[in-house]
């Protein structure tokens, strides 16, 4: 998206959230315009404002904190966040996902691809060169018989791991599509007594509410609370129309379009990922990391000039003994001044440029 579009709309949202603060679809354009244009600053400030002043959970809004702060390499604060994310929702998938960067082996990768939607599956297999499918039994198939073996298969692996509540997610669902529904709601109790805003384990009792009992105020209640947790869940499959207000069904076609097309979670990650480890953030380079930078790259010129002068290299030894390289030190200071005004550094550009008058007998 240019550069122009993104500021217009970041500003446009800004207006619609300073009128309406607490609705969920404003304030989450606007997050996902500020992630896309890399502000990062800016949507941390967004999602501590919105979750201090909504008193809600919403599952969306913390993953663009958990963006925010890695993105901003807050890894402290990152990790923190992370961990609330999977207490509310243990397969939230952009939390998963952006714990891949940081922790990148195949597994890891395997078990974000599991939980992602199918349009976000294509986008990570177009991305990136990998073999992945699904992590084995995180995924019920449509149709399964009492007779084969992944029902058999799932209650052996809860037995072995009976806290694994994404294991027990998926035995309740493989009850559910058996009709063992007792099994189901016994399997669904424990995991929602632990992670109530559990996004797939809410989407089985719902199917289960009207499909079996034909409860469907009990249903639609459960989809609305899945709409508040993450208006653009893939577990909503249509039922978000129930919730929107008529003048924000153009915000929520504008939002699912933008994740479909540039998903600002996708497009972080498929930059920063790597089996190799955790890509750096070229885009958070500190002042210090550029100065070191740009003196390496002096220290190499003076060195290449004076390699065969002994008495000037006997003088840059004393210099850097005594101190680190600074800005002054530059050679060639009126090219960097140039350089920190075409970056529009002003005070740095005028420093350079003051620096050389001083080396220079005028």
């Given at each position: 998206m240019k550069e122009h579009i993104l500021?217009?709309?970041?500003?446009?949202?800004?207006?619609?959230?300073?009128?309406?603060?607490?609705e969920i679809l404003p304030n989450i354009l606007l997050m996902t315009y500020l992630a896309l244009a890399k502000k990062y600053d800016d949507l941390l400030l967004q999602t501590e404002r919105f979750l201090m002043e909504n008193m809600q959970t919403n599952t969306l809004v913390e993953d663009f904190s958990l963006l925010g702060n890695i993105a901003l390499s807050k890894l402290t604060a990152a990790d923190i966040i992370q961990k609330n994310i999977l207490m509310q929702d243990p397969e939230d998938p952009y939390a998963h996902l952006l714990k891949t960067i940081q922790s990148p082996?195949?597994?890891?990768?395997?078990?974000?691809?599991?939980?992602?939607?199918?349009?976000?599956k294509r986008i990570i297999r177009d991305a990136i060169s990998q073999d992945l499918e699904d992590y084995k039994y995180y995924r019920i198939p449509t149709i399964i018989g009492r007779n084969d073996n992944v029902l058999k298969e799932l209650q052996q692996m809860v037995k072995k791991e009976p806290t694994n509540v994404i294991l027990r997610t998926s035995l309740a669902e493989a009850y559910a599509k058996l009709d063992m529904v007792k099994?189901?709601?016994?399997?669904?109790?424990?995991?929602l007594s632990l992670h109530p805003h559990y996004i797939r384990a809410l989407h089985i009792r719902q199917r289960i509410l009207t499909n079996h009992y034909g409860k469907e105020d009990e249903s639609?209640?459960?989809?609305?609370?899945?709409?508040?947790?993450?208006?653009?869940?893939?577990?909503?499959?249509?039922?978000?129309v129930m919730f929107i207000e008529e003048n924000e069904i153009f915000?929520?076609?504008?939002?699912?379009?933008?994740?479909?097309?540039?998903?600002?979670?996708?497009?972080?990650?498929?930059?920063?990922?790597?089996?190799?480890?955790?890509?750096?953030?070229?885009?958070?380079?500190?002042?210090?990391?550029?100065?070191?930078?740009?003196?390496?790259q002096?220290?190499?010129?003076?060195?290449?000039?004076?390699?065969?002068?002994?008495?000037?290299?006997?003088?840059?030894?004393?210099?850097?003994?005594?101190?680190?390289?600074t800005l002054e030190e530059s050679k060639d200071l009126i090219d960097l001044g140039y350089k920190n005004l075409y970056k529009e550094n002003y005070k740095k550009a005028i420093e350079a440029f003051l620096e050389e008058l001083k080396n220079e007998k005028y």
């Open positions: 500021f217009e709309k970041i500003e446009n949202y800004r207006e619609e959230v300073n009128k309406r603060p607490l082996t195949k597994e890891n990768l395997q078990i974000s691809y599991t939980m992602l939607g199918e349009n976000d099994e189901a709601e016994k399997e669904l109790s424990f995991v639609l209640n459960i989809s609305k609370k899945i709409y508040k947790l993450n208006p653009i869940s893939q577990y909503l499959k249509g039922m978000e915000m929520h076609s504008e939002l699912k379009d933008l994740f479909e097309r540039e998903n600002p979670f996708l497009k972080y990650f498929t930059e920063h990922f790597s089996l190799e480890g955790p890509k750096s953030n070229t885009e958070q380079t500190s002042v210090k990391d550029e100065q070191q930078l740009i003196n390496a002096v220290d190499k010129t003076k060195t290449l000039e004076n390699k065969n002068n002994p008495k000037i290299q006997e003088e840059e030894y004393q210099v850097h003994s005594e101190s680190e390289t």
